[in-house]
């Protein structure tokens, strides 16, 4: 099965919205709700954001918001700041013989 | 506090083996599934493998099967994985999580270089 598929690229000023989609299919994303999101700095570990589609876990600001429609998961990041300035990855679970997919990743910039 | 600890990576010559390690402390490690899962250098995330609580479920990635084996003691609340006949394309740092939900790790380890080159 193929990676999710995120935007290369997104970018924001301080203070604005911005939103992050993770395009799957209906064997992963559009069929289990369990799309998880994780920030990553530069020569850091992976940080969970959203779980579940939609859960923050506990911590996890609530500028970061998660939501999906069909096929397409989404990541909202709110009120914009410069430390959200990192890679973010969408993952999914996809089934018992696949078990996980990731999404090629997508690089924030804030303006 | 959760930390995960890695350790083990190099640099190792295409065909070598390397046993990486991942220390587990402050939670029930015997209680959770845990995944390795590693980052190819400026590429994104892939699953390695995974293992259940007890360690009799294993899966592995298409990308590994076959040369690498994953394993736990839970005694020493520790995450195995080794990794044989290495190639160019399993350079990557490799990082041990703790599986939180369907599709979720919440704990990370920073994760340990391995690097494949003559």
């Known amino acids: 099965q193929s990676a999710l598929t995120q935007p290369a690229s997104v970018s924001g000023s301080p203070g604005q919205s911005i939103t992050i989609s993770c395009t799957g299919t209906?064997?992963?994303?559009?069929?289990?709700?369990?799309v998880s999101w994780y920030q990553q700095h530069p020569g850091k570990a992976p940080k969970l954001m959203i779980y579940?589609?939609?859960k923050r876990p506990s911590g996890v600001s609530n500028r970061f918001s998660g939501s999906k429609s069909g096929n397409t998961a989404s990541l909202t990041i709110s009120g914009l700041q410069a430390e959200d300035e990192a890679d973010y990855y969408c993952c999914s679970y996809a089934g018992s013989s696949t078990l996980e997919l990731f999404g090629g990743g997508t690089k924030l910039t804030v303006l | 506090e959760v930390q995960l600890v890695e350790s083990g990576g190099g640099l190792v010559q295409p065909g070598g083996s390397l046993r990486l390690s991942c220390a587990a402390s402050?939670?029930?490690?015997?209680?959770?599934?845990m995944y390795w899962v590693r980052q190819a250098p400026g590429k994104g995330l892939v699953w390695v493998s995974r293992i259940n609580s007890d360690g009799y479920s294993i899966s592995y990635a298409d990308s590994v099967k076959g040369r690498f084996t994953i394993s736990r003691d839970n005694a020493k609340n520790t995450l195995y994985l080794q990794i044989n006949s290495l190639r160019a394309e399993d350079t990557a740092v490799y990082y041990c999580?703790?599986?939180?939900?369907?599709?979720?790790?919440?704990?990370w380890g920073q994760g340990t270089l391995v690097t494949v080159s003559s």
């Open positions: 579940e589609g939609s």
């Open positions: 209906s064997s992963d994303v559009g069929t289990y709700n369990t």
């Open positions: 402050g939670f029930t490690f015997s209680s959770y599934w």
């Open positions: 999580a703790r599986h939180y939900s369907s599709g979720s790790w919440d704990y």
